[in-house]
């Protein structure tokens, strides 16, 4: 009965390689996000969902594309690889954009060798 | 420019003893809502409270209360009689709703080590 879910948990990949990472909640919230929380902690925005369209898209290189199939599920998706790419991505969602509380997923830690 | 400043980057303090987390943040919208988030050790980011920028009355939650004024856009946090599960990353949120920038910034957090 998790609220929201991503996997992997874990993610260890080579540098150039594609990966995903999966988000789903079951909160019913309309609006979905993708974070970046580097090594020093610090937490970014990416992306923003709402209703399936794409409300926020933050200054993040077109490497990263997210998709959502439906309300409850964002995924991301990586291209090409970066050494630089190596962080903690956390999904979240909340009721509506930007305003309500955001409810987190445990984060996927991405490490890229 | 920093939207929201979490100057204290770590704090240390002894069990049992008060501590309040600072924020400061800037905004030109009046219409706005402040966040304060917890993570653990455990990785997990923990909603603690939301405001908005109507409210500005404090508010109390057991050890936990925060401090609104908008005459110094500050959105502190005070943990009183501080345990060690309050061992944690304190991050201070901000959104906008009508600016042209990034609408959700974080701070860069706060580290806090409570000691037994």
């Known amino acids: 009965d998790t609220a929201v879910s991503q996997t992997p948990k874990y993610l260890v990949t080579q540098m150039g390689n594609d990966k995903s990472i999966k988000c789903e909640q079951n909160?019913?919230?309309?609006?979905m996000y993708w974070y970046k929380q580097d090594s020093k902690k610090f937490l970014k925005i990416m992306f923003s969902?709402?209703?399936?369209?794409?409300?926020i898209n933050e200054t993040v290189p077109n490497r990263f594309s997210p998709k959502s199939p439906d309300k409850a599920h964002l995924n991301l998706h990586i291209n090409s690889l970066e050494l630089g790419d190596s962080a903690v991505y956390f999904c979240?969602?909340?009721?509506?954009?930007?305003?309500?509380?955001?409810?987190f997923g445990p984060g996927t830690r991405l490490t890229v060798l | 420019a920093q939207k929201v400043t979490q100057a204290q980057t770590e704090i240390s303090v002894v069990e049992k003893e008060d501590v309040t987390l600072d924020c400061v943040y800037e905004t030109r919208d009046t219409t706005y809502y402040l966040f304060w988030y917890k993570q653990p050790p455990s990785g997990e980011l923990v909603f603690l409270i939301r405001r908005n920028s109507f409210d500005e009355q404090n508010e109390i939650s057991g050890r936990y209360s925060w401090n609104f004024q908008k005459s110094t856009s500050s959105f502190n946090f005070t943990i009183t009689a501080s345990q060690v599960v309050d061992s944690a990353v304190y991050f201070c949120a901000l959104s906008e709703l009508n600016s042209g920038n990034t609408p959700l910034v974080f701070g860069k957090g706060t580290r806090l080590s409570v000691i037994a």
């Open positions: 969902y709402n209703n399936k369209e794409l409300i």
């Open positions: 909160l019913g919230h309309d609006t």
């Open positions: 979240a969602s909340s009721q509506a954009p930007l305003t309500d509380t955001q409810y």
